[in-house]
């Protein structure tokens, strides 16, 4: 979701955000799919759609695998409430010999403190009442969601079974 116009559009596009000036080819060598919301202003791959193409994602939930007991575990991360995760975003369009290519990634933040044991790394979740803020906003305010939009405890994390794996 992006602003358009006097208000949004919905849009589809590859995941790994592919720059300005990049082709997806040279873009595939580099991962993308990411931007650290710390340095997103400041690297090259991700500052112009910092600017000027910010949206929102939206996820049902997202998987991590962290180690426990020496083991890695499958865990679905949602919000106890059921209701979709609101991603800070960026996207880009280029155009190919194929026709128009739009692109995206997701903005990861530090985790919240009940996140921590977890992984070190979480998308940056987005509240209802901060989306004027991260899609129209300055890129100051913009930034300021991505980090302090989601309180601690709103998320659950569920222990799931590898893939493949007999459930019991």
């Known amino acids: ?10 849009s589809s596009g590859r995941w790994g955000l592919v720059p300005s000036g990049m082709s997806l080819k040279q ?11 710390e340095s997103v202003e400041d690297k090259p791959m991700f500052r112009d759609a910092f600017r000027t193409r910010r949206c929102v994602i939206p996820l049902a939930g997202f998987w991590e695998w962290p180690m426990r007991d020496g083991v890695k575990t499958r865990v679905r991360i949602a919000r106890r409430d059921g209701l979709p995760l609101l991603v800070a975003g960026l996207w880009n369009q280029l155009e190919t010999l194929q026709g128009a290519l739009e692109s995206c990634t ?8 009940d996140l921590a044991e977890v992984h070190d790394r979480m998308p940056a979740l987005l509240l209802n009442r901060d ?7 300055h890129p100051g ?4 969601a991505a980090l302090e939009s989601c309180p ?7 222990v799931s079974s590898p893939p493949g794996s007999a459930r019991s």
């Open 131 to 137: 989306l004027d803020a991260r899609l129209g906003g």
């Open 152 to 158: 601690p405890r709103i998320l659950s994390v569920s």
């Open 1 to 10: 979701m992006r602003r358009h116009q006097e208000g949004y559009e919905a």
């Open 27 to 37: 873009a595939r060598r580099y991962a993308t799919f990411n931007a650290r919301i």
């Open 141 to 144: 305010a913009a930034r300021t």
């Open 106 to 113: 997701i903005v990861t933040r530090p985790p919240t403190p």
